[in-house]
């Protein structure tokens, strides 16, 4: 399948499996900034992380949505970059599908039923934390797989 850019020239799809995924990690991005705005509008706290001084840090409710944010830039990038370094390399795009809706799904579930639940100790929390961490690892995994030829042809050890 191929799609016209610029003045014309037919170019492939390069990455639409990662591509499709852009747009419900960009909206849910979104939310998470949003609510950080609600945060810093209701409690009048326009610079910093925290609303209240006197509050612990895990009963903040704009100091855990700052590092709802900040977790998400922490992580989701690099899925992205593995994703698309794997579908580039000739990944199966079922499994780039697969792992980034997966990535998705404990992302949300990291900060809706983690973070933003039970002062921060949520199952969610947990979940999302390793669950994310194994997304990770097995796109990095999958994309030394897809890359194997290359190291065994072009490189001389010894």
Same mark, same amino acid.
């Given at each position: !399948?191929?799609?016209?850019?610029?003045?014309?020239?037919?170019?492939?799809?390069?990455?639409?499996? #990662?591509?499709?995924?852009? &747009?419900?990690?960009?909206?849910?991005?979104?939310? *998470?900034?949003?609510?950080? $705005?609600?945060?810093? *509008?209701?409690?009048?706290?326009? !610079?910093?992380?925290? +609303?209240? +001084?006197?509050? %612990?840090?895990?009963?903040?409710? @704009?100091?855990?949505?700052?590092?709802?944010? $900040?977790?998400? =830039?922490?992580?989701?990038? !690099?899925?992205? =970059?593995?994703?698309?370094?794997?579908?580039?390399?000739?990944?199966?795009?079922?499994?780039?599908?697969?792992?980034?809706?997966? @990535?998705?799904? @404990?992302?949300? #579930?990291? /900060?809706?039923?983690? @973070?933003?639940? +039970?002062? #921060?100790?949520? *199952?969610?929390?947990? *979940?999302? /934390?390793?669950? #994310?961490? &194994? $997304?990770?690892?097995?796109?990095?995994?999958?994309?030394?797989?897809?890359? %194997?030829?290359?190291?065994?042809?072009? $490189?001389?050890?010894?």
């Amino acid at each position: !399948m191929t799609t016209q850019i610029g003045l014309g020239v037919p170019m492939p799809l390069l990455a639409p499996a #990662s591509a499709t995924w852009a &747009a419900p990690f960009a909206a849910y991005y979104l939310f *998470l900034q949003n609510r950080v $705005v609600f945060h810093r *509008l209701k409690y009048t706290a326009y !610079m910093g992380h925290q +609303s209240d +001084s006197t509050k %612990k840090q895990t009963e903040d409710p @704009l100091y855990v949505a700052n590092r709802c944010v $900040v977790n998400f =830039i922490e992580n989701v990038p !690099m899925a992205f =970059i593995l994703a698309i370094l794997a579908e580039l390399n000739g990944a199966d795009r079922l499994y780039i599908n697969y792992g980034l809706g997966a @990535l998705l799904a @404990l992302r949300i #579930s990291h /900060y809706e039923l983690g @973070l933003m639940q +039970s002062k #921060s100790q949520g *199952l969610g929390r947990l *979940l999302g /934390y390793y669950g #994310s961490q &194994a $997304v990770i690892a097995t796109l990095t995994g999958y994309v030394g797989y897809l890359t %194997k030829g290359y190291w065994q042809a072009h $490189v001389r050890l010894g």
